[in-house]
């Protein structure tokens, strides 16, 4: 009697995991991922993703209407963000394996050994490039507008207003938090190498775009992709 009821309450639970295993990956299938707009939904809220034995795609947006010449890929904004990477990789031990500097987003492929490490690299080289792009005049002034609130006393009723002033949409010069995923599998690391590569190729014009990116590709392109 006793081994029919355990062997009862056995299969019920063997019923029930797959459904709950199937609902978990489905919530959090981006569970390597975090930052961008990820962001926007609560369950991209969480810590952080990353590690310490694999590799790391980082990306950086920003908002191009800061932008003094509409473009990351200008000759003294290019150079910046280089000189900037380079100094802060190596004061925190980041390995860059890989960077492409886009119109308005920066992609990287980097690893350190530490999870400190990473936040410091994000925070820093985050910090500097809106630091010295002000400095440097790369980018437009804050704008800003007037609010007027309008509310009720609670006790008299009697209507109050109040003049705010707001920071227009666009005024940051990062559009969102750093986007991460950490790169599990020696198939993903090459993926994540030829995308990048790709848009590089594509902002130098040797390589036109392609709505389906990696999968677009002809022939002709993949020997283009490396040389």
């Not at 975090?34 to 926007?40: A, E, K, P, Q």
């Not at 308005?104 to 530490?114: E, K, M, W």
């Not at 440097?136 to 009720?152: C, D, Y």
């Amino acid at each position: 009697m006793i081994n029919k009821v355990g062997t009862g309450h056995t299969n019920s639970n063997r019923t029930n995991l797959p459904k709950q295993q199937c609902l978990f990956k489905t919530l959090w299938k981006h569970k390597f991922s975090h930052g961008g707009v990820l962001r926007n939904h609560r369950r991209g809220r969480g810590q952080r993703p990353l590690s310490s034995k694999e590799p790391l795609h980082l990306v950086f947006k920003v908002n191009r209407e800061r932008l003094r010449h509409r473009s990351l890929r200008s000759h003294q904004s290019f150079s910046l963000i280089q000189q900037i990477v380079k100094k802060y990789a190596h004061r925190f031990g980041v390995k860059v394996e890989q960077i492409s500097i886009q119109g308005d987003h920066c992609h990287l492929l980097i690893r350190a050994p530490r999870r400190s490490r990473y936040q410091h690299f994000f925070r820093v080289v985050a910090g500097q490039v809106a630091q010295r792009f002000q400095r440097e005049g790369l980018l437009f002034g804050l704008r800003t507008g007037l609010r007027v609130e309008l509310s009720v006393k609670r006790v008299t009723g009697t209507p109050r207003v109040r003049i705010a002033e707001k920071k227009r949409k666009g005024t940051r010069l990062w559009k969102h938090r750093p986007f991460t995923r950490v790169v599990r599998g020696f198939r993903a690391y090459r993926i994540v190498r030829d995308y990048i590569q790709l848009n590089e190729q594509e902002a130098r014009g040797k390589i036109r775009y392609q709505k389906l990116r990696l999968r677009g590709l002809s022939s002709s392109d993949w020997a283009l992709l490396w040389t």
